[in-house]
């Protein structure tokens, strides 16, 4: 009975063992099948690692060679924007030029024409026109001008009186009196005995020794000795109270016919009322 006993607990631990080591079997069967696919997932997963490498490689080399493009475009970018800055600077500063360069051209042109018009002003005044050898030279004294003034003098043959304006008048006194050898000016400024009311022109003669005399060239119609005595001649004196002031005190000057039209040719017109000489006493 004992015996039987025995064998059944064999039987039973060897049933136990052989399940167990069965289970084992299987176990490692299972795991060998697990480690096999691991095995399998690992060279695939390994083979796409390495794929993905080469290939992150590649994208690596490629995002090298764009950098380095980028880097090239940058720097060429900048060439051409430091180009492109130097360029518009030299296009300012042309526009620049060409502006000037136009104004100065308009300038000119106006010049030109001024000039033009100016030397057309000249060519109508009488050639030889300070040089005219109407009157005997005396000298530049106070004494030979009043002797001039009073024997010599001839209004032009044609004059008509309020026919020739101060200017007209102012210009051929001072002809007359330069070609009988005196240093005689046109002089300009607000009318002496009514500054208010406009301008007037009438002659300065300087002498040697300094002394300057002003005359009143429109008071010249009537140089008899008896409008001498009377006071009444056109030299501006003492006997003219408050006129000295204003007949030395000018505005403009002029040593000949020539500045007095240059001064005036700005204004259209104006140079004309010099020219005493057309029509007049041996000229045009």
Not at 172 to 191: E, M, R
């Amino acid at each position: 009975m004992n015996d039987i006993k025995r064998n059944n607990v064999l039987l039973i631990i060897v049933t136990i063992a052989v399940i167990c080591m069965i289970s084992l079997m299987v176990g490692i069967y299972n795991l060998n099948g697990e480690v096999n696919r691991l095995n399998t997932d690992y060279s695939s997963m390994s083979s796409k690692y390495y794929s993905e490498k080469d290939r992150s490689n590649v994208l690596q080399n490629e995002l090298n060679g764009l950098n380095n493009k980028y880097n090239t475009l940058q720097s060429n970018y900048n060439s051409l924007k430091s180009g492109y800055d130097i360029l518009q600077s030299k296009y300012d500063n042309l526009q620049g030029q060409s502006f000037t360069i136009k104004s100065n051209y308009q300038n000119l042109e106006s010049e030109n024409k001024r000039i033009t018009s100016l030397l057309n002003q000249y060519e109508k005044v009488p050639s030889g026109y300070y040089s005219s050898n109407s009157f005997k030279k005396h000298d530049n004294t106070n004494i030979e001008l009043r002797k001039f003034l009073s024997t010599e003098f001839k209004l032009p043959t044609n004059y008509q009186l309020d026919v020739f304006d101060c200017s007209e008048m102012s210009s051929y006194l001072q002809w007359a009196l330069t070609n009988a050898g005196f240093n005689a000016n046109i002089v300009s400024g607000k009318t002496p005995w009514s500054p208010d009311t406009g301008y007037h022109a009438w002659v300065i003669v300087k002498f040697n020794d300094g002394v300057e005399q002003a005359i009143e060239s429109t008071a010249i119609t009537d140089n008899s000795l008896l409008n001498i005595l009377a006071g009444n001649f056109a030299i501006v004196t003492s006997t003219h109270p408050g006129y000295s002031n204003y007949y030395y005190g000018y505005n403009e000057r002029y040593e000949s016919i020539y500045f007095a039209i240059k001064h005036n040719s700005n204004y259209q017109g104006i140079s004309n009322q010099w020219n005493w000489w057309e029509g007049y006493w041996g000229f045009i």
